[in-house]
């Protein structure tokens, strides 16, 4: 079983990207679609504490429902903005990476370079034709 977990949407380039970087490095991430297997209200609460961010950090505005619901109200508490993840996954900012070194939201999809045990292996170049990793596997 891999020691990297990753909470991706397919659909996401960034978490495309994500995804690629981790296997540049040589390792076979568990992949979790959040949206089709959303992680229970524990596990999503670990995750932000462990992330070390706030909760409305996680809050994902484009292509939701955060105007409809009002998750803009900075009143709302914690509790709530959780509650409304939970009912819509898809309010979850992606993708979210957890590895040995660390648990993070990871955008841009390089920020992952930080949290990954083996270095790159391999050139990479994300989907928009920006080079993250050179023919020596170093970050440019």
Not at 91 to 117: F, H, K, M, Q
Request: aromatic share 2%.
């Amino acid at each position: 079983m891999s020691q990297i977990t990753i909470y991706h949407n397919p659909q996401c380039g960034t978490s495309r990207n994500t995804l690629e970087l981790i296997r540049n490095s040589g390792e076979e991430p568990t992949v979790i679609e959040y949206l089709k297997t959303p992680p229970d209200r524990a596990t999503l609460v670990r995750l932000i504490q462990d992330m070390g961010i706030e909760v409305r950090a996680l809050l994902r505005i484009k292509g939701t429902p955060y105007e409809e619901m009002g998750l803009g109200n900075a009143s709302l508490s914690d509790e709530k903005l959780v509650d409304a993840m939970m009912e819509h996954p898809i309010l979850i900012n992606r993708p979210i990476v957890v590895t040995p070194l660390g648990t993070r939201l990871c955008r841009p999809s390089e920020a992952v370079l930080d949290l990954l045990p083996q270095p790159q292996r391999g050139s990479f170049v994300k989907e928009d034709g920006q080079v993250v990793i050179d023919e020596h596997g170093r970050k440019v």
